[in-house]
């Protein structure tokens, strides 16, 4: 076998610890945050006597947002607004506000969420012109997004993750592109002695900077399209670039021993549904995008685990590729057997199609239960 490709979503982290997306949300808004002044969040620690205006505000926000939401997603959805839709609800609305995204459509909802926030707003610090109300829909977002380091930093040992080592040691090239933030998938693959390439090999000191470090012969290529929890955007003699740190990121130094000048505290990774993709074209993800459609175009596998098929953009995506060539297919690693998978959104009007072409096959078996033999007929050798 000479070549092979994964595609993960955030369910291949579950059984290393990694809090669902619920988790998160129900962590977000019910437990107590402080905010750091350095302008990042953290949770509160007992020995801390202050009183966290700024993370209360933030929470608050999120919480009349939720309620305003929640009503329509129930009907539409048949589900509870998680931190995904809070953080694109708050984005749309900083974005509308700024006259960066001018959106007509959520005019009644800002307007009403404005009044019925007064108290909220009225009390923050404007950090974005003079628009306290747009800040503290900024502030909110950052909110989540420490929300979400936070959850997943925790999880450090992967589980069930072994596939991908053996997969990596049985093939020349190995394509891993994957939506998820943490660290699991580098962990797995630096414990088992694997090397791969990541887009990051130019080193500075404690830093890896971003360089399209991705070797096309033979080498394990790791894709990481929504970002990742190290990724950080720093200030170089030369210029202003993303870099990768394996550190405690406020003490990282470059290689004559000077502290990094650390551009935003925050990480580099995406969240909320449909503000996330407007970064698939530009920029950092848009390189790893770039990177995505030309790698994938060499394989005519595309082995998937625990994704969703929620996100449009990566859909239309898989979509096209799946139509590139007659031999194109995907193989779904998914305990639920094929019911499981044809019931979400993407696959109804596909499916039946799709399926007879042989063009979609179910493994009932997650990633961790999946052996290597099981995979080898699905590849050309």
Not at 119 to 131: G, K, R, S, T, W
Not at 145 to 151: E, F, L, P, S
Request: proline fraction near 4%; include cysteine; charged fraction near 25%.
């Amino acid at each position: 076998m000479s070549s092979a490709a994964f595609f993960f979503g955030s369910g291949i982290s579950l059984a290393s610890g990694a809090p669902s997306v619920g988790k998160i949300t129900d962590d977000l808004l019910g437990k107590e945050w402080i905010a750091h002044t350095d302008g990042r969040f953290m949770l509160r620690p007992l020995s801390y006597e202050g009183e966290p205006r700024d993370a209360v505000r933030a929470q608050q926000f999120l919480r009349r947002i939720k309620a305003k939401i929640e009503p329509r997603l129930l009907a539409r959805e048949r589900r509870n607004p998680h931190y995904e839709d809070l953080f694109s609800s708050v984005r749309q609305i900083v974005q509308d506000e700024m006259l960066e995204i001018p959106n007509p459509l959520i005019a009644d909802f800002t307007e009403s969420l404005r009044a019925e926030t007064v108290e909220l707003h009225d009390a923050q610090h404007p950090h974005i012109d003079d628009n306290r109300f747009a800040s503290l829909a900024d502030r909110a977002s950052i909110l989540i997004q420490w929300a979400v380091a936070h959850g997943i930093s925790a999880a450090k040992a992967p589980q069930g993750m072994n596939l991908i080592s053996e997969l990596a040691r049985f093939v020349r090239n190995l394509d891993i592109f994957s939506l998820n933030h943490d660290l699991l998938i580098e962990a797995q693959l630096d414990r088992d002695g694997v090397p791969f390439f990541d887009g990051f090999g130019n080193r500075n000191g404690d830093a890896l900077i971003f360089d399209s470090n991705w070797p096309i012969d033979a080498a394990v290529r790791l894709y990481k399209l929504h970002g990742s929890v190290n990724w950080y955007r720093f200030q170089f003699a030369e210029w202003t670039q993303y870099a990768k740190i394996h550190r405690d990121v406020n003490h990282a130094r470059d290689r004559d021993g000077n502290l990094l000048n650390l551009m935003e505290p925050t990480p580099m990774f995406l969240s909320g549904n449909m503000v996330k993709e407007q970064a698939y074209g530009y920029g950092l993800i848009g390189d790893h995008f770039i990177r995505f459609r030309e790698r994938l175009s060499t394989h005519h596998t595309l082995v998937c685990c625990g994704y969703g098929w929620g996100d449009k953009g990566i859909n239309i995506r898989l979509d096209q590729w799946l139509h590139d060539a007659k031999e194109n297919r995907i193989v779904i690693l998914h305990t639920g057997g094929e019911a499981a998978v044809a019931s979400a959104r993407f696959w109804i009007f596909r499916w039946a199609r799709l399926r007879a072409a042989g063009k979609v096959i179910v493994i009932p078996k997650w990633l961790s239960d999946c052996t290597l033999d099981e995979l080898k007929p699905y590849f050309v050798s």
